[in-house]
């Protein structure tokens, strides 16, 4: 929880008496009183009148929500261990844009602007005794929001965060604003408890079978100062986030086929035609050495990577992107709001329905280079073109099918083309990725973005071609459906059907 405004003060009445409490909330009642009937007197609403005053701070030109992401992104790039997985961050992305999405929400419901129905269809409304809101009052709320579920979900940066919030606001983040009261309060809330209890806390560890030739096992990384070790079992990264409630899915099985390609033994699929052709293929184009993958593959290959931690991660990448776009597109504030909690949930879904298919199926299947050098031979050496910061051979900690990333730009692609009704958007996506060979990438439609996430994995030698495309498949019905379940447009505002 973020510390408790005038913490002194409250310290010191526990040691008050009674009576002393009764007299001093009596004083405190009068003086708001006074404040509020001042205010009245002078045409102003209660949340003008209360509202603390500061000069406007130095960075508060610009969308307040695209501020907050890029806030988001550095709690990202500090995470560590299983905080930093894909899973975990998504779902703290999700959680905080669905919170800065139903305040806003709020915000126009109380002036009788809301177009679409806010997260978890609970609409909410502030008293107020104005038709208009003040000038501030929109960026307030959601300086206010994303403060508070930032602050609460990354409490190991809260330094961090206040700080950014005071170069924003030009005012500290304990300073109480009567918008905590009416909205902020009740909207971080609703957001926790529809969290509460989801599975995210699930520390099991992973205990499947690692012995049988074509089942996952640990890949061999020693551990560094940036990268956790991958040489026992139970060192496999969120193995049951599977299982983690989803923000819209009904379950994260929900998209998931039966089995790999209707494998459902180890036995039928490696000794099929059809992985051989997987294995050949992956062995082909996604080693450190290949002399088949192109130069265009190995940029895309290392341009939507940030496997590695001090990166904003996958999902970070299509947050950011998810901000290019918004710009791209001259979003007013309040759809900015909608296509970040858009974009944010449906990552969110996709972390977990990817993470069902990886370790809930009747096949949990084993990396490449696992089963390239269980080949023998010349193969024994075999290593992937993916690596770590020092350029150590590198693969993620994790079951194969089906390609996390793969989901998530999947999904990511979904929902932007159902958010604008259209493919063909010209934008230029970025990498902050420690081995990309180009930092700028023009991206000439939505689907660019699937394609390349699709294969990037492939040709790093980290999946098989049938993990990219069942995981783009997985994904873009998970944009899909979150598109066509959340954030639908109010029945006042939807088109009159004849």
Known sequence: ?????????????????????????????????????????????????????????????????????????????????????????????????????????????????????????????????????????????????????????????????????????????????????LVVDRVVRQINKARANDGSDNPELYDGDTTTPGAWRPTGEEATADEGACQEPGDAVTPNWGRVKPFVLRSGSQFRPPSLRGFTSYDAMVNSPEYERQVDEVRRVGAVDSTERTREQTVIGWFWDHDLNGTYHPPGQLLQLTGTVAKKFKLDTYDTTRLFALSALTLADAGIAAWDSKFDGPINEWRPVSAIQALGRENANWQPLSADRAGRPWTPCFIAWTSGHANFTGAWAAAMQNFFGRDDASFTAQSEDPHTLERFRRMSSFSQVAEEGEFSRMWLGVHFRWDAEDGREIGTNVGEYVFANALQPTRSSRPHQQ
Request: glycine share 8%; hydrophobic share 35%.
């Open 1 to 181: 929880m973020p510390p408790t405004p005038n913490h002194g003060r409250q310290s010191a009445a526990k040691s008050a008496s009674p009576r002393s409490k009764s007299r001093a909330g009596r004083r405190l009642g009068r003086l708001r009183a006074v404040v509020v009937a001042g205010a009245l007197l002078a045409g102003l609403s209660p949340v003008a009148a209360a509202a603390p005053q500061a000069a406007a701070g130095p960075e508060r030109k610009g969308d307040p929500t695209q501020y907050w992401n890029k806030v988001l992104l550095q709690t990202f790039r500090n995470a560590r261990g299983w905080d930093a997985s894909p899973g975990k961050l998504s779902r703290s992305g999700a959680m905080v844009f669905a919170a800065i999405y139903n305040a806003e929400s709020a915000y126009q419901n109380t002036y009788g602007t809301m177009k679409y129905e806010p997260y978890l269809n609970r609409p909410l409304k502030y008293a107020t005794n104005s038709s208009k809101p003040r000038a501030d009052e929109e960026e307030r709320l959601i300086d206010r929001t994303a403060y508070r579920m930032l602050s609460e979900l990354y409490p190991g940066d809260r330094a961090f965060i206040e700080a950014r919030y005071e170069a924003r606001t030009g005012r500290s983040p304990h300073a109480r604003d009567p918008l905590d009261r």
